[in-house]
């Protein structure tokens, strides 16, 4: 079974350009999450789906950010303007199961924003 | 002071060694705990939850102090293969919201 996949695996983009991070989830799982680490920082989450729906988003830094989980298949998260601070390993993880139990994480997508 | 704490390491431990990590939390109402491990550049991966009884699986121990607010990992007779970033996660107030800790680093030196 394939587990969560995303990608780009990495970008390197400029300030002010627009990038986009897909998250293929384990077929099945309704919860979707993403979440981010920046340099020697911890990991934190930014927000969660259920099927389609943003169950919390309240981790988002700011209105640059946007993420989407049309169908409640794939998600994206598109970040435009790209800013220096957002760069960092954005990850994804699924779940079959409310409470985080069983979270699945993806490799993450290294975005490095110069 | 940080909701979730951990001491970053590294910890440099021969094989066959026991060595143990503890994660301390902020939040008296924390509900759920886990330990996941991180290879370089690698996704988390869930290495067990942490129950209040305690559980071991194989030569790993979990374990929850409630009153102090920490949990701890045991790990026992190690091998250069557990030689990661573990990382405690802790699940409290919010619907699945879950928190971080910085990680712990382990390096097992043969």
């Known amino acids: 079974e394939a587990g969560v996949t995303q990608f780009p695996s990495h970008s390197v983009i400029e300030k002010g350009q627009t990038v986009t991070l897909r998250c293929d989830p384990i077929?099945?799982?309704?919860?979707l999450y993403w979440y981010r680490r920046v340099m020697g920082k911890e990991i934190k989450f930014l927000l969660h789906f259920v099927k389609e729906s943003k169950q919390d988003e309240s981790g988002m830094p700011n209105n640059r950010f946007l993420a989407e989980r049309t169908g409640g298949t794939y998600s994206t998260l598109k970040v435009q303007p790209a800013e220096l601070e957002d760069s960092g390993v954005y990850f994804c993880?699924?779940?079959?199961?409310?409470?985080?139990?069983?979270?699945?994480f993806g490799q993450g997508t290294r975005l490095t924003v110069v | 002071r940080k909701e979730v704490e951990q001491d970053p390491g590294p910890f440099n431990v021969p094989e066959g060694a026991t060595v143990a990590f503890n994660c301390t939390y902020s939040n008296s109402a924390s509900q759920s705990f886990f330990w996941y491990r991180q290879d370089c550049r690698k996704e988390p991966k869930l290495l067990m939850s942490v129950y209040s009884s305690g559980n071991e699986d194989g030569r790993f121990t979990a374990q929850l102090n409630r009153a102090s607010q920490y949990i701890s990992l045991l790990i026992r007779d190690s091998k250069l293969s557990d030689s990661a970033t573990y990382l405690c996660v802790v699940k409290s107030g919010g619907y699945q919201k879950v928190t971080f800790g910085t990680g712990t680093k382990l390096q097992v030196i043969p």
């Open positions: 077929s099945g799982h309704d919860n």
């Open positions: 993880a699924s779940s079959p199961l409310e409470g985080f139990t069983e979270a699945f």
